[in-house]
């Protein structure tokens, strides 16, 4: 399969985080492209679409529908808009939200079918974003080894059960046009691991711990973490994400990928304890100079904290044509300098 030759995209939650990081990226590699934006502005701001643009000297050329993907009429929008690929992102993302059925219902609810047969009936690749949170607590945990694509599935929170859902409704698809004798269609789930880099200063406590500890830095205090720091994740620069999530639509270095799950990380561990010391060396510091603050872990978060995340990458190059370009340490350095510096100005 090859990406059709249309100009138009459409982006969910295209205003947050990742999505306004991609609508940036997407009009940097594709000028003639006109960019749809469909966010309900529950987190994400056109703030940060304006940012996102203007990192890469650019302006936002193309359009907002400010409705949730649940207010849409999916084959309205297709015939409308005609695009070469949907990228689905919005969701709620806070992991601490309690209210099940809202998550449930907003991220993998009667909606996300739709959307997945109406990009198929129009022959639309549709890249939607899972999350890491599939996995919970793997049996690759214990023994420090990458996550497989094949361990996911006992999530320990309700997002990523939601993303669960997600991913076994596009399952049930693939087996329903299996069994029809059909292809299977354009759909490639992305499971987002952690990710960091600019824009995501609207997150508050969900932002990336890089950009918790740079704050904290900056402010005069001591980097804080978890007794004892060791906690280790696949810590990924958006600039990764950004680039697999484009690579699933066939814009990267491989035009014909394969539809399926993909991991969405670095493909390396990276401790708190070392994100901190990235953090001091992109601010000039020393460990003496900021010394790291051990805390007790909260019983509320303890019940559902993910001590150690790792992507195994390989699905991802052989599928995807995709491999990560990031250094994670070294890009939280240069991320906690773009910080400071932006603070400065």
């Given at each position: ?16 985080f ?19 934006v ?19 000297n ?12 649940r207010?849409?009429f999916?084959?309205?929008?297709l015939?409308r808009?005609?695009p ?71 999530p ?8 669960w859902?997600?991913?076994q ?60 720091g ?31 799950v993909?991991?969405a990380?670095?493909?390396r561990?990276?401790s ?26 909260p019983?509320?978060?303890r ?31 240069s991320?906690?300098?773009w ?7």
């Amino acid at each position: 399969m090859t990406t059709p030759d249309r100009a138009n995209y459409i982006v969910t939650g295209g205003c947050g985080f990742i999505g306004a990081n991609l609508v940036a990226e997407l009009q940097k590699r594709r000028p003639e492209a006109h960019v749809v934006v469909l966010d309900s502005m529950r987190t994400g701001s056109f703030e940060s679409l304006v940012a996102a643009c203007d990192r890469n000297n650019d302006v936002f050329r193309g359009e907002v529908i400010g409705q949730s993907i649940r207010d849409v009429f999916w084959p309205d929008l297709l015939d409308r808009y005609e695009p070469a690929a949907v990228f689905h992102l919005g969701a709620i993302t806070d992991t601490t939200v309690d209210d099940e059925a809202e998550m449930i219902e907003e991220n993998a609810g009667e909606t996300w079918p739709e959307i997945m047969a109406a990009c198929i009936e129009r022959d639309v690749p549709l890249v939607y974003a899972s999350s890491a949170a599939t996995y919970g607590t793997p049996p690759e945990t214990n023994t420090k080894q990458p996550f497989p694509e094949t361990s996911a599935g006992k999530p320990n929170n309700v997002y990523g059960f939601s993303k669960w859902l997600m991913e076994q409704a596009h399952a049930r698809v693939d087996r329903e046009r299996e069994a029809a004798g059909l292809p299977k269609p354009w759909l490639v789930g992305l499971r987002y691991f952690n990710v960091f880099g600019p824009g995501e200063s609207h997150k508050g406590s969900m932002a990336s711990m890089a950009l918790q500890l740079t704050n904290q830095i900056l402010a005069g205090d001591r980097p804080r973490l978890f007794e004892h720091g060791e906690q280790a994740r696949d810590q990924v620069s958006v600039y990764d994400i950004v680039g697999i999530t484009l690579a699933g639509a066939g814009l990267g270095d491989r035009p014909d990928p394969d539809p399926g799950v993909y991991n969405a990380g670095s493909g390396r561990v990276t401790s708190f304890e070392e994100v901190a010391s990235a953090v001091r060396a992109g601010l000039g510091m020393t460990e003496s100079d900021r010394p790291t603050e051990f805390i007790p872990m909260p019983a509320h978060i303890r019940a559902f904290y993910q001590d150690f995340t790792c992507a195994d990458m390989s699905k991802a190059e052989a599928g995807l044509g995709f491999k990560p370009g990031h250094d994670p340490a070294e890009s939280v350095s240069s991320y906690a300098r773009w910080i400071a510096d932006s603070k400065a100005k």
